[in-house]
T-cell receptor
């Protein structure tokens, strides 16, 4: 089955700096890649997603890049703010949607004021 | 539009008992997926239901089962509870207007003692 590896497991950045989280997947049939943010005690929230026919997608300070050949995708957060502090999960699916997601192990991002 | 609603929020059960968790998806969403979240194993896919049929199943024992009703509400059942079943159980609904995104409920925190 699909396996998703996520790095780093923890990441600390200064407010205003950029943060990058990387994921690799094993199944070349994967075609949908969402990212979720989970604050302590809260539900995972979708922050951005990308389909396999797109190489990059941006939404304000957040961007995701996908390299299908290398089977990896990354989350980029620019101008980080303290409220960006949370656990971020990448995920992959072969179903062209989020119906059956395989998640990475998560990255604890801490933005230091 | 109301979000995904899970009940109950918290449960404490004894080993050997069974438990039923409920999930009401976003109106118009016909797919409901269930995930188990633990500190050690992260987010793991349990199963997915669509139009009252189980479409996909993760690698969990037969003690974990589910069903979906005609109004898309879903339940999952865990029989013969074990200490290791203590976890946050999350459901996610998707499929609205043909879009791929999934949105999570706030989860049910199950503690087995």
């Amino acid at each position: 089955g699909e396996n998703v590896e996520q790095h780093p497991s923890t990441l600390s950045v200064q407010e205003g700096d950029s943060a990058v989280i990387k994921c690799t997947y094993s199944d070349s049939a994967s075609n949908y890649f969402p990212w979720y943010k989970q604050e302590l005690g809260k539900r995972p929230q979708l922050i951005i997603d990308i389909r396999s026919n797109v190489g990059e997608k941006k939404d304000q300070r957040i961007a995701v890049t996908l390299n299908k050949t290398a089977k990896h995708f990354s989350l980029h957060i620019t101008e980080t703010q303290p409220e960006d502090s949370a656990v971020y999960f990448c995920a992959a699916s072969i179903r062209s949607s989020a119906r059956q997601l395989t998640f990475g192990s998560g990255t604890q991002l801490t933005v230091l004021p | 539009k109301a979000g995904v609603t899970q009940t109950p929020r918290y449960l404490i059960k004894t080993r050997g008992q069974q438990v039923t968790l409920s999930c009401s998806p976003i109106s118009g969403h016909r797919s409901v997926s269930w995930y188990q979240q633990t500190p050690g194993q992260g987010l793991q896919f349990l199963f997915e239901y669509f139009s009252e049929t189980q479409r996909n199943k993760g690698n969990f024992p037969g003690r974990f089962s589910g069903r979906q009703f005609s109004n898309s509400r879903s339940e999952m059942n865990v029989s013969t509870l074990e200490l290791g079943d203590s976890a946050l159980y999350l459901c996610a609904s998707s499929g609205g207007q043909g879009r791929p995104e999934a949105f999570f409920g706030q989860g049910t925190r199950l503690t087995v003692v």
